[in-house]
């Protein structure tokens, strides 16, 4: 089974698919009226959201369900990870063995194509404006600063001056009552002081709600975010059963498909749509047979990735390798007055359309 496959992580980066960046080349004498490009073949990029947990526990935990009435509070530290979205992108790169030149006859009225950076082709005697970026969703970053159960600026001399652990815990649950007092009597307008207009009386309340949740943390811990995404490439030739793409664990998060120390996650990709095997001499035949501007026409695929039986993505694509390429006959070209304008797919060098 021929499959290049590329493993690489990418730590807390966000995913995107960048949008088409062309170049407008003219075909001129000084390059005999022709522009050269590649085809594209299909390479497919899945990408997997993993959110790191870290917990720490409060110094005050066992304490936690008798003054604040919490059940659960975290009562170790600990690391932990989480397998989120997985999708899948389709991506063309340039084959090097499907380079070809679009030939231009001399005194064609300002023949020109336009080709992405790297040589594929988008458009021919038309003016393109990439499409917008069709990338994932940017996710929003967890917390990625230290992670802190105790902060010792909330720390009254009375809770610095009690002497055992029961005894802070108590001082600081009465710290925390008496906040809500307060917090509560100035939204009230019981508050024998109260702040002089509204500006002033949210920043009493949000610095009030700060020192709860700080002294709130002594006891419940704390729990931190932190996402990252990774993609693992492939480029399929032929279809895929149970093709092992990384493994994940939710000690370690993911690691490498020849890890023992995780669960594997599988890809199955099957053609749906793909052109006959040609013998060695019809294929020979049918390149000979191509002219003019030779384009793709791709097979289809569903794929479907899975983990511990469960489905993380399933959806059809389309695949260059399970297609055949054609041309646009040269006679399509060689009115010199009303070119004919061709619009392609980049990513799969398929036609768009034609305008004549």
């Known amino acids: 089974m021929k499959n290049l496959i590329l493993f690489m992580s990418l730590l807390l980066s966000l995913p995107s698919l960048s949008q088409t960046k062309a170049t407008k080349r003219i ?6 009226f022709g522009v050269t490009y590649s085809l594209p073949k299909t390479m497919l990029t899945v990408n997997a959201e993993v959110t790191k947990n870290t917990c720490k526990a409060g110094p005050y935990y066992r304490y936690a369900e008798k003054y604040l009435g919490v059940k659960n509070p975290i009562e170790e530290d600990k690391v932990y990870y989480e397998l989120g979205n997985v999708n899948l992108i389709n991506k063309g790169m340039p084959d090097p063995e499907q380079t070809y030149i679009i030939e231009f006859k001399p005194g064609t009225v300002a023949p020109y194509a336009y080709l992405t950076e790297d040589g594929m082709l988008c458009a021919i005697n038309a003016e393109y404006t990439p499409p917008a970026s069709a990338g994932l969703e940017d996710a929003q970053k967890g917390e990625t600063g230290p992670v802190k159960a105790t902060d010792i600026s909330v720390f009254s001399e009375e809770l610095l001056m009690a002497g055992s652990l029961a005894k802070q815990a108590e001082v600081a649950a009465r710290q925390i009552y008496r906040i809500r007092e307060s917090r509560m009597n100035i939204l009230t307008g019981e508050a024998d002081n109260l702040p002089p207009d ?8 949000k610095q ?40 994940f664990s939710d000690k370690l998060g993911i690691i490498a498909g ?7 996650v599988y890809m199955n990709l099957k053609a749906t749509e793909k052109a006959p095997v040609l013998d060695p001499k019809e294929a020979e035949k049918k390149e000979k047979a191509l002219k003019g501007v030779i384009y793709n026409v791709p097979g289809k695929a569903v794929v479907d990735i899975v983990m511990n039986k469960k489905t993380l993505f399933k959806g059809e694509v389309q695949i260059i390798q399970f297609g055949s390429r054609e041309g646009l006959a040269p006679v399509m070209f060689e009115d010199k007055k009303a070119p004919v304008k061709v619009f392609f797919y980049p990513e799969t060098g398929a036609i768009k359309q034609i305008i004549q």
């Open 27 to 32: 075909a001129t004498k000084s390059n005999n």
């Open 258 to 264: 020849d890890d023992l120390g995780g669960t594997p």
């Open 208 to 247: 009030l709600e700060e020192q709860e949740k700080a002294l709130t943390n002594l006891f419940t811990g704390v729990c931190t975010k932190e996402t990252a995404y990774y993609d693992v490439s492939i480029t399929p030739y032929d279809n895929l059963n149970m093709e092992v793409l990384f493994r």
């Open 198 to 205: 509204g500006q002033a009386m949210q920043l009493v309340i």
